[in-house]
Nanobody, 116 residues
Framework: QSQLVESGGGLVQPGGSLRLSCAAS????????IGWFRQAPGKERERVAC????????NYADSVKGRFTISRDNAKKTVLLQMNSLKPEDTAVYYC?????????WGQGTQVTVSS
C-alpha cells in the first residue's frame, strides 16, 4: 500500500522554527515530484514548496521564500520541510504530496499553529 505520513507539527511561537517530516512507503520516492501544501481555516489549499523528481528544480510560494526549505532523502524515503521565522499567518494544516504521471499521493496532514 502506497502512502505518505507526516509528522513534526505543533505549537510554536512567532519567530520560531519547526521541521516537518513526511515518510513515504510503497513506492519509489526518487521517481516522484514532491511538494508541501497547506490549508488554513476558511481558505483554499495552497502550494508552499515543490521539488522535481531530480531535485534540480525547487519552487516556493512568495509568502515563504527565504524562510522555508524543502528537501528529500530518497534512500530514507523521507521528505522534509524546514520552517524558520514562523509567522501567525503560517498557521495551517500542512500536507505532503508526491506525484508521478497519474500517481498522486497525499498525507493525512499535520497541524502547525504559530501563536504566542
Amino acid at each position: 500500500q502506497s502512502q505518505l505520513v507526516e509528522s513534526g507539527g505543533g505549537l510554536v511561537q512567532p519567530g520560531g522554527s519547526l521541521r516537518l517530516s513526511c515518510a513515504a512507503s510503497g513506492f519509489t520516492l526518487g521517481h516522484y515530484a514532491i511538494g508541501w501544501f497547506r490549508q488554513a481555516p476558511g481558505k483554499e489549499r495552497e502550494r508552499v514548496a515543490c521539488q522535481s523528481s531530480s531535485g534540480e528544480i525547487t519552487n516556493y510560494a512568495d509568502s515563504v521564500k527565504g524562510r522555508f526549505t524543502i528537501s528529500r532523502d530518497n534512500a530514507k524515503k523521507t521528505v522534509l520541510l524546514q520552517m524558520n521565522s514562523l509567522k501567525p499567518e503560517d498557521t495551517a494544516v500542512y500536507y505532503c504530496n508526491a506525484k508521478h504521471l497519474w500517481y498522486d499521493y497525499w498525507g493525512q496532514g499535520t497541524q502547525v499553529t504559530v501563536s504566542s
